[in-house]
Each structure stands twice: as structure tokens, then as C-alpha cells.
């Protein structure tokens, strides 16, 4: 049997096309990971930890959601966990509203992270799986950190991943040369290396979207996804099966397992907003991992990646996944 490679020591022997990982970012992302296996062990406890539920007084977070619990234990386990060990300058999180800046007794380091602390908490209490999203942006240089640093476009992250809680917890992660899955070993308390090169199919016969927003659709996406449920008699001529897991990090896993298309589009209910994720939590690091394994990510008109944020908290319409069913998809935006 081959050895085991752990997360640490992938990170030691790792090179980039630039070279090795940098100290500091290597460092970061094991502490990263260290706070994913703690968040996997209080949802792993679920109601024997009595972390089930909303959270006190139903409080919301920025986005005007109810938090779970889980979600602010989560928050709290990931900025506990890095804000003393001189790797970062800041970090965001979608469920508060500014910056949290490493405190001034501590060393700041050259990184800003980005994180999602536990994506589809919806799914908590009824024992379907969730996860962490994160991002990893280097500091523009200058003293002092402020908003406006975090807001470089998906194209400039250093390191992006998600730790998905679910039968197993996998950690599946970027550095910008190709994507890597680990898998943590309970008994070895550690996340060991289970696949890499990770590559998602170009084609696919699977879409996931939630069907209950049809009605507020707008013309492109009911065009696609019409032609895919007209199955062998449509323009398709072959089968679609469809997915919803209203979790974007269980969707995005399975698609990078075995292929498949996310949208989750702009609809009339809220014309004012581009779309419902958040560009900076959910988009740009999960649209990362995709086209590191191989896929794309648009809005429909333009890669996502691309955009230059304007504000922290800003939402943006999402397809991702096998590389040619998010363009058949996108070329439906363009001009006739």
C-alpha cells in the first residue's frame, strides 16, 4: 500500500508554476484546515452538542438570514483559529458586515481570507451536507489593511478551497495548479491525500437548479433548461437528469466528481440584485477550483472570475461546471 500524504506534507512538496508554496500561505491553509476539522466535529455532534437550531433572539446576519448556531460557532471557530498566527492581515466572512483585522498584539501577515464559515446551513437540521468555503487573496502592499484591499478580482486569488461535511469530510483545495481532495482520517486526526489533477468532464447529462424559481426566470436560463428536460426529442437529443441539493458546496462537489452543470441564475423576484451568491464567498473560490479542474464559470455574460468587486457583500449570478455546458448556457445571454 502507498504512503500517506498529508495535507502538511503536500503543501512541503507542491510546486507551482511560480515554484513552491510560499511559508506563510502553507501555514495559513493547515491552520485552515485545522478549523475545518473542528467544525466538522461540532456538526458531526450534531443535537447530542446542542448546536441544532437558529440561533439566540433568531439573529441575522448581513444578509438579512436567519444564522444557525452552527453558523456562528463556525465563524467564530475560523477567526479564533487564525488571527494569532502572523499569516493574515484581515479577514471578510458573509455573515459579518466589515473587516476583522488581525488585533494589533498579534503579527499580521501578507494574506487576506475570505470565508463562507458554513454554506447551506439550511440544510443543518435535516442531516444533509454542508460546508466551508473559503478564499485566500495576498495583501496590496502599504501600511494598514482596509475594505477596499479585499477587493481584487477572483482571477487574483492565491488559494481557494472547501471542506464539505458529509460522509466523509473531504477538503478540497487549490494553490493555482490544478485542484487536490483530502479526506480526514479521524484516527490520525489528519487530512491525507486521496486525489489530485482532478478533472471535470466537458460534457455532461446532469443540471442542478432549483425548479420552484422557474416562473421568475429569465429568458436564457428557461430556454436551457427546457431543452435539456426535452431530453432524446429536443435539440439536446440525449437525457438530462437533475440535481438540488440547495448546497452549493454538496453541488459543486458532485459535479467535480463526476461532472455536471450549477446554475443558480438572476431571477425577477429581486431585479435590483445581479444574483443571489456572493461573489467574494462563493463565486470567485468555487468558480477558481472549477477551472483549475478543467471547468468554467460565468454569469452568462462574462467570466466571473473577471469582475471587479465593488462592495464586500456583493451578489452575482452563477453557472459553473463542465466546461461546455456552461458556454452552450452563456452564449444564450448574447445578442441575437
Aim: charged share 25%.
Amino acid at each position: 500500500m502507498a504512503p500517506k500524504i498529508s495535507l502538511t506534507r503536500y503543501l512541503v512538496e507542491e510546486q507551482r508554476v511560480d515554484g513552491s508554496i510560499p511559508a506563510q500561505l502553507r501555514l495559513l491553509l493547515e491552520v485552515v484546515a485545522r478549523a475545518c476539522k473542528s467544525i466538522s466535529l461540532a456538526v458531526n455532534k450534531g443535537a447530542l452538542g446542542g448546536v441544532l437550531g437558529v440561533a439566540e433572539a433568531e439573529s441575522e446576519n448581513i444578509q438579512g438570514e436567519i444564522q444557525k448556531k452552527l453558523d456562528i460557532i463556525a465563524n467564530d471557530v475560523l477567526i479564533e483559529a487564525n488571527e494569532w498566527g502572523g499569516h493574515l492581515a484581515a479577514m471578510a466572512s458573509e455573515e459579518m458586515e466589515g473587516i476583522h483585522v488581525v488585533p494589533n498584539r498579534y503579527p499580521q501577515g501578507e494574506y487576506l481570507l475570505l470565508f463562507d464559515p458554513l454554506d447551506g446551513s439550511s440544510n443543518i437540521d435535516v442531516n444533509v451536507s454542508i460546508g466551508t468555503i473559503f478564499s485566500v487573496l495576498r495583501k496590496p502592499e502599504g501600511a494598514g489593511v482596509s475594505e477596499q484591499d479585499f477587493l481584487q478580482a477572483g482571477a487574483k486569488q492565491v488559494a481557494a478551497g472547501y471542506c464539505i461535511y458529509g460522509p466523509q469530510t473531504t477538503l478540497v483545495l487549490t494553490v493555482g495548479d490544478g485542484v487536490a481532495m483530502f479526506t480526514l482520517d479521524r484516527e490520525q486526526g489528519s487530512f491525507v491525500l486521496t486525489q489530485e489533477n482532478i478533472r471535470i468532464p466537458e460534457d455532461t447529462k446532469e443540471f442542478a437548479i432549483n425548479m420552484s424559481n422557474m416562473r421568475h426566470w429569465d429568458e436564457p436560463v428557461k430556454r436551457y433548461i427546457d431543452e435539456c428536460l426535452l431530453g432524446k426529442t429536443g435539440p439536446r437529443g440525449k437525457d438530462f437528469n437533475m440535481r438540488w441539493i440547495a448546497s452549493m458546496v454538496a453541488d459543486v462537489h458532485r459535479i467535480l466528481t463526476r461532472g455536471g452543470v450549477f446554475l443558480y441564475p438572476w431571477d425577477k423576484r429581486e431585479p435590483e440584485k445581479p444574483g443571489k451568491l456572493r461573489l467574494m464567498y462563493e463565486a470567485n473560490p468555487m468558480g477558481w477550483i472549477v477551472e483549475q479542474a478543467g471547468g468554467a464559470a460565468s454569469t452568462g455574460t462574462q467570466r466571473i472570475l473577471d469582475i471587479q468587486p465593488e462592495k464586500l457583500h456583493q451578489r452575482v449570478s452563477v453557472i459553473l461546471g463542465s466546461k461546455n455546458e456552461v458556454e452552450r448556457a452563456a452564449s444564450y445571454f448574447a445578442p441575437v
